[in-house]
Structures are given as C-alpha cells and as structure tokens.
C-alpha cells in the first residue's frame, strides 16, 4: 500500500493556477523525486501534503487515511523538511532536536535518548553543544533533517535538502537519506539537481507551471525520447531553422537548440546507424555528431521547453 497518494490536487492564489490537477503515489521505501524550476508548483504541493495549505480540490491519502480526515494522525506518520531551516540558531544542535522531539509528543526521556541517536547518525555529536551559529551550512542541514526525523516517520517529505551546501555535506545527507530509504521510509523528494534526482530516485515526476507533465523511472523517462538514439550535433545553427528542412520533423524531434548545438531524439525505431546517416545529410555542415543516452535534463527540455534553472 501507498504511504502517500495525492489525487487531481489542485490550489490558486488569485489568477495563478499554482498546482493544477496533480496526481502520484509514493510506496514504503521508495524515494519519488519532484522536479521543476522555481515556481513550478513543488513547494506548494508539499505544504499542502503537510496541512499548511488547504487544497481548493483533491484529495490527500496518508496510511489508507484521508488527511483531512484526521490530520493529527497523518501529521503522526510524516515528517517535513522544509527548505527554510526550520531551527533555532541561538539554541545547541542537542537542543534543537530535544525541542523538536517534544514538540512531535515524545516525553523528555525519549526525545533526549533519540536526540543522542540522531547526533550519532547525523555524525554531530562532537558539535551537540555547541550553539546552530557556528555551524557550517552543511550542519544545519543535517540538523534540520535530524528535527523531522524525532518520532521516526514512516514518510517523509525532502523540500530541496541540499539547497546552496558544499559537495561534500550534499554527499553526507544523500547517503543518510538512501539509509533512511532502505529502512523502508517513503521519502517526498523535490530538488533543482537533476544529478540527484538520477541516482537518487526510484521514480521521478516532471512538474511546471503546477501540472505534472511525465512520471516514471529514469529509464522509463528516457525512452520518452527515444531510448538510447539521441544525438547532438556541433554546427552553425544560428541561420538554420530545423522546421524547414525536408522531411525532418516526422524523422527527429528537437530537444535543444543554440547557435552552436542541436540536441535531436530520433523518431520511429530506426537503427542508430542509419539515423546518424541522416544527419550527417542535413543542409548543414556538421562538424561533429555524438550518440548519447538521453539524461534527466534532455527530458525536462523536451516537456517544458527550458533548463531547470531558469
């Protein structure tokens, strides 16, 4: 069964249609990514997952529960990172994790003796008494995830957790978080990293302009375009309109194009030889051509028209 199911979830502020008609599942041990640039409905999503926002129409299912419902019992089952950290700078990290463990309902003893865990997990208990200033962005982070994790939740909702960190603290939590995964955790995952989202997640969901456009595994997503015959091509573009060439849009579909680059996904079930034939017979003098596996980010191009961070 789903620990999570949201259902043509839907919610506007005035004109703007922030999340459109949204629908996907996350199961017990799997990690679900949701990407999209800034503005595309993910956070909003999130913060109606977790009660902050109602929704104008749709339905949220936590547990086999609607969560509406009983929100407290739903609040029980989850934990939320946000992106904002939510922790007190003034306060020790061993302070803010008992703090937040009382505030989830654990007694004093508990929330103390799963704060002791969490340092140990979250390798920070050689800084547990020293105030949140004086931590690396890195440490925060960890911290704010430590917070939501007190009364051990079955799912857990990641708003950009590795947001403006170091490499090194990114790779700490991605690997806390696949441990987290293995224990059988449904985790919530947003991210503007599509690296992340590729070797991190079971299933990804592509969302802009608040619709989810695609859903699937990466390989399911890459064979959206074509599986393994992708090609990009080096040439002078900037004069050159694709749409005009003979023939080549029932052949190839355009992913990207600049004045010096075009990224095209073949159509059909053509032989990559034959294909590369074919574009090497283009009105333009191709000065290099390289077969690729489409990645994440060829994807998003293909179904929103734009990198994900403009």
């Known amino acids: 069964m789903s620990l999570l199911q949201v259902e043509r979830l839907s919610k506007s502020f005035g004109a703007i249609r922030a ?13 679900y990514g949701l990407i999209g640039p800034n503005g595309a409905g993910k ?7 977790c009660g902050l926002l109602k929704p104008d129409a749709g339905q949220i299912t936590v547990a086999g529960t609607a969560f509406w419902s009983d929100p407290q019992r739903a609040k029980q089952i989850m934990g939320v990172v946000p992106q904002e950290l939510a922790i007190y700078e003034e306060l020790s990290g061993r302070e803010n994790l008992e703090f937040w463990g009382r505030m989830a309902g654990l007694s004093s003893a508990d929330a103390r003796a799963r704060t002791v865990e969490l340092l140990e997990a979250l390798s920070l208990t050689d800084r547990a008494k ?21 009364h051990r939740p079955k799912l857990l909702l990641l708003d950009e957790p590795t947001v403006a960190i170091d490499p090194q603290a990114r790779v700490n939590i991605l690997e806390f978080i696949r441990a987290l995964r293995d224990s059988g955790t449904a985790i919530l995952y947003t991210t503007h ?19 989810l456009l695609a859903e699937g595994t990466l390989g399911e997503l890459q064979e959206r375009l074509g599986g393994d015959r992708v090609f990009a091509l080096e040439a002078d573009f900037k004069d050159s309109s694709p749409d005009m060439w003979d023939g080549f849009q029932q ?7 600049t004045e010096k680059h075009l990224t095209v996904a073949a ?44």
């Open 267 to 310: 159509i059909g079930t053509r032989d990559p030889s034959e294909c590369l034939k074919e574009l090497l017979g283009l009105p333009v003098r191709v000065q290099n051509v390289t077969l690729k596996r489409p990645s994440l980010n060829d994807v998003f191009l293909q179904l929103t028209g734009r990198d994900l961070r403009e």
């Open 43 to 49: 956070t909003t999503t999130i913060s109606m997952i």
């Open 193 to 211: 990293y599509l690296e992340e989202a590729e070797t991190l997640c079971q299933r990804i969901g592509v969302i802009d302009h608040g619709q």
């Open 19 to 31: 999340v459109d008609s949204v629908t996907f599942e996350v199961r017990p041990g799997e990690i």
């Open 251 to 257: 052949r190839f579909r355009v992913i990207q194009k």
């Open 130 to 150: 020293d105030a949140i200033k004086t931590y690396s962005g890195g440490m925060k982070r960890r911290i704010n995830l430590g917070c939501a994790l007190l």
